[in-house]
């Protein structure tokens, strides 16, 4: 697994961050905490775009990723960031109960044991800390019409695969939302990014995903740690 990620990610891959729906939506949610000399964490952070959209300077900006593209770009921006592989049941690299926030964007798809993942981020928060955390819908508009049709809703079957992201589980917003709650989150806001009326996600909607978040492309809580 190792290997397999630190490949897939060692180079720009043209994510297009800068642009993308799901991250200004993430920068706004932290941004309306307000949260100032606050110690941040962005656990697959890649080239640090959604650390570098806090708008607070004061705050102390943290990342986590496996590439070594990754680790470059970061340093480049002053993150202090950690190569890591979330691999297995090894510790994440830092001291409980430092963080006020963390970040884990369209990562937890990724994670073979997500019980132990969870756990590590409730160690690594603060009482009350915030989790804000993002994933692929696998019931959106589009998933659901693919399926209707008998087509693959857009699952991968194998880390090998030409353009694999080497997701190896999906949610809905229901089953991410018992996930939390069962490592004692309390979700705190839903949000989605877009709602795709087509494969490539060219002709979409921002508005129908505010009204309807259960068919938008993406999950995003903000959840708080209960203690």
């Known amino acids: 697994m190792k290997n397999i990620y630190q490949k897939m990610y060692h180079t720009n891959r043209q994510l297009g961050l800068k642009t993308n729906k799901r991250i200004e939506i993430m920068a706004d949610i932290i941004n309306s905490l307000k949260l100032n000399r606050a110690n941040i964490l962005d656990i697959g952070c890649y080239d640090g775009t959604l650390l570098s959209l806090i708008k607070n300077k004061k705050n102390n900006l943290y990342g986590l990723d496996a590439s070594d593209y990754a680790v470059e770009k970061c340093r480049r921006k002053k993150i202090k960031i950690k190569q890591f592989f979330l691999n297995g049941q090894e510790k994440i690299p830092f001291k409980s109960s430092f963080f006020d926030l963390i970040i884990v964007g369209e990562i937890i798809e990724h994670i073979y044991d997500t019980d132990f993942f969870l756990e590590e981020i409730s160690r690594l928060l603060k009482p009350n800390g915030y989790l804000l955390i993002s994933t692929p819908n696998i019931a959106s508009l589009g998933r659901r019409l693919l ?4 087509i693959s809703p857009l699952i991968e079957i194998s880390p090998n695969q030409k353009n ?8 809905t917003f229901q089953t991410l939302r018992k996930l939390l709650e069962e490592h004692k989150f309390s979700v705190l806001l839903k949000k989605s990014d877009v709602v795709n009326f087509n494969s490539c996600g060219s002709i979409n909607s921002k508005i129908l995903s505010q009204t309807f978040p259960s068919l938008g492309q993406s999950i995003i809580y903000l959840a708080n740690l209960f203690v």
């Open 147 to 150: 399926l209707l049709l008998g």
């Open 164 to 171: 694999s992201s080497g997701h190896i589980r999906y949610f």
